[in-house]
């Protein structure tokens, strides 16, 4: 019989200590799903499909449960990990009066890329996104955890330039 | 009229206005001391009833009046979800108490549970707010720390426990049983109702789901009683058997083409032009207005002319709007083409579909693609009554979907046409010279052509 073949692991002992330590907070280990993605997210920019199995180990799921629940929000990458950093341009309503979709393709002319895209460098994630409850600030944008609040063409560059 | 004096915001300017220090020395946990200290449950529960207080989360229902449907004597657990899942464009009143003074909103969740017999608490904020969750974080490990939350706070008898729980960017999960479904890691789908969460929500169990602001005002109320709350803002309106009164203080967003956009409180009540003309410094550039959402996106949309809309719980309906919504007025000067604002806001819809219901996830695809073929220049007059067909025919009002998400998607349509048809008219007729008046059938191919 040929032993099983080894696979590597994805998920290292720290994210599955962070992950186990939810498990208590709810009546159920599916509740984890959500929190469990973030972990692996935050640590790797992305959600491997073997991180899935493993998630799926240790709350006692399918992983196609695992998937499925994922696969509904757009926010979990899986393919590749995002950029270093990752940056969502508002196009809703009030952005949108302010002038951000000329921002955002600003942004992409001169990085090469499409909305949703990583540079070649892999520094830079840029998406659009919808209403970032910042209105406000109209144009914004949320740079990882940076908020840049009415955006003209100059401060767009001079984030691009920053990188 | 005298000076409105805030409430919510009083103290959002005082330095470290985040910290348990801060909150305690303006009188914070007052309140839960009061309570604890000798009331019960259902003395809560009748003050907040007695104030008349609705949601603020959107849907303006009776909150004490929502705690009432509770099954009575349950032997437990009931859950409490707290909706900071603010998404709703246009709207960030949410996110200012959670980044400004989250013990406030933390107050008002405890003393909330303890009238719901609730002793878990998921406290579910939307993924794009990193300031507000490290406060809301760093301000429940204080309330931990100083006796107000875990086992027998204040020597009460009463324990309680508060978890955040982070969205992943998803319209959806704000709707309450789709945030009930997303905490259970499933899918955000929301859920046939009945049964309503109050019989069986999170994890099958009794659940209330309020809003943040709703949670901060019952801090107020247990504060200063029912009777001071009930003295701010608009009784029932005798001609509306169903409006039950717009009580007290309401925090309004204002943004697009206003001189000094904010978040701003007043009595509810106030109307689209004092907002913008009082609080927001009026038009930006001296423009003519030219139309406004009155409470997020879904809302729908208000002409110029109709500015003289009070932001209560039954104005914007008298205007044909969908209500007050989360009262985040959006305003659009005489620049602006409801044409592109109608794409912006069919593309809003259409990425925000959970697809589970068909009307609902065909019917804001199309509107988009239709509104994609108008701005293209291959819009026909016919698209506008397809469009208005789509309006009226999805949502939980003509009964074709789960969740008011339709409904959302359904007003702007309705209301953008309805009441700016002309720009419509002439933008189609203007950009598709040859073909505007046509009525067969577009061939697929066409169509997939333009996106
Ligand atoms: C599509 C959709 C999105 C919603 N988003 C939110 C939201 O982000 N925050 C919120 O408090 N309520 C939202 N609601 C309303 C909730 O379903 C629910 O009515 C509300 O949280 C109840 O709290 P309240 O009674 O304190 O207002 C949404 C409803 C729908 C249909
Ligand atoms: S109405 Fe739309 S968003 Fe709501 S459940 Fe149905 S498909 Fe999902
Ligand atoms: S519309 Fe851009 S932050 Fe709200």
New interface residues.
């Given amino acids: 019989m040929n032993p099983a073949p080894v696979r590597k692991r994805v998920l290292t002992d720290e994210m599955v200590a962070k992950i186990k330590a939810y498990i208590p ?4 280990k ?6 469990a ?2 972990v692996v997210n935050e640590a790797l920019r992305h959600v491997p499909l073997g991180a899935i199995v493993e998630i799926a180990e240790i ?1 006692e799921l399918s992983p196609a ?1 695992v998937q ?2 994922l ?6 990458k899986q393919d590749k990990p995002h950029g270093e950093v990752r940056a ?1 341009v508002c ?4 952005c ?3 002038g951000a979709d000329a921002l955002l393709n600003r942004m992409c002319d001169r990085l090469h890329i499409h909305p949703g895209d990583t540079t070649s460098d892999g520094k830079l994630t840029l998406e659009y ?10 144009p914004c944008m ?1 740079a990882g ?1 940076t ?1 840049h609040t009415s955006l003209t063409p100059e401060k767009a560059d001079a984030f691009l330039d920053n990188l | 009229m005298a000076e409105f004096e805030p409430i919510l915001l009083a103290n959002i300017a005082k330095p470290d206005s985040h910290t348990r220090r801060v909150y305690e020395s303006t009188g914070g946990y007052a309140a839960l001391r009061k309570v604890l200290g000798g009331q019960t449950p259902n003395d809560v529960k009748e003050t907040v009833k007695a104030s008349g207080l609705r949601g603020r989360g959107g849907a303006g229902f009776p909150t004490g009046l929502k705690w009432t449907f509770l099954p009575k004597d349950h032997p437990g657990p009931i859950y409490f979800c707290l909706n900071a899942d603010e998404s709703e464009p246009g709207t960030f009143n949410n996110r200012y108490l959670m980044e400004l003074d989250p013990h406030q909103v933390i107050e008002g969740l405890i003393l909330s549970c303890f009238a719901t017999s609730a002793s878990t608490a998921y406290f579910y904020m939307r993924y794009e707010y990193p300031l507000a969750w490290k406060r809301v974080q760093q301000a429940v490990d204080e309330c931990y720390e100083a006796g107000y939350l875990g086992k027998n706070i204040l020597g009460s008898g009463y324990s309680l426990d508060i978890f955040l729980h982070r969205g992943a960017a998803a319209y959806i999960c704000g709707e309450e049983t789709g945030l009930i479904e997303s905490i259970e890691g499933r899918r955000a789908w929301p859920r046939i109702k009945p049964p309503f969460p109050a019989v069986e929500g999170l994890f099958r169990k009794p659940t209330v789901v309020n809003n943040v602001e709703t949670v901060a005002c019952v801090r107020h109320i247990m504060d200063r009683g029912a009777d001071w709350f009930k003295s701010m803002g608009v009784p029932p309106d005798p001609k509306n058997p169903r409006d039950a009164g717009s009580y007290g203080p309401k925090l309004y967003c204002l943004s697009g083409h206003v001189n000094k956009p904010g978040c701003y409180e007043a009595p509810l009540g106030l109307t689209v032009n004092q907002l913008i003309d009082q609080y927001g410094g009026g038009m930006r550039g001296g423009k003519k207005p030219k139309a406004a959402i009155p409470g997020g996106i879904s809302m729908g949309l208000l002409k110029a002319s109709e500015f003289d809309c009070p932001l209560d719980f039954n104005g914007p309906g008298k205007y044909a709007c969908l209500g007050l919504g989360t009262a985040a007025v959006v305003v659009m000067d005489e620049t602006v083409s409801m044409v592109d604002f109608l794409h912006n806001s069919c593309q809003f819809f259409a990425h925000e579909s959970c697809g589970q219901c068909t009307p609902c996830r065909e019917g804001t695809a199309w509107s988009l693609r239709l509104m994609k073929r108008i701005l293209a220049g291959k819009g026909r007059l016919k698209d506008l009554d397809l469009l208005l067909e789509i309006g009226d025919t999805i949502g939980i009002m003509p009964g074709t979907t789960i969740c008011g998400l339709a409904d959302g998607a359904a007003w702007p349509i309705k209301n953008a046409i309805r009441k700016f048809r002309g720009d419509f008219e002439d933008h189609i007729k203007r950009t598709n010279p040859e073909g505007w008046m046509r009525t067969d059938p577009v061939p697929a191919l066409d169509l997939v052509e333009i996106h």
């Fill in positions: 907070r709810y009546p159920s599916q509740a984890v799903t959500l929190p993605l973030h709350l449960q499925d629940t696969s509904f929000y757009g926010f979990f969502w196009r809703s309503v009030s949108y009066l302010m996104a919808e209403c970032l409850g910042a209105c406000e600030h109209a949320l955890e908020l």
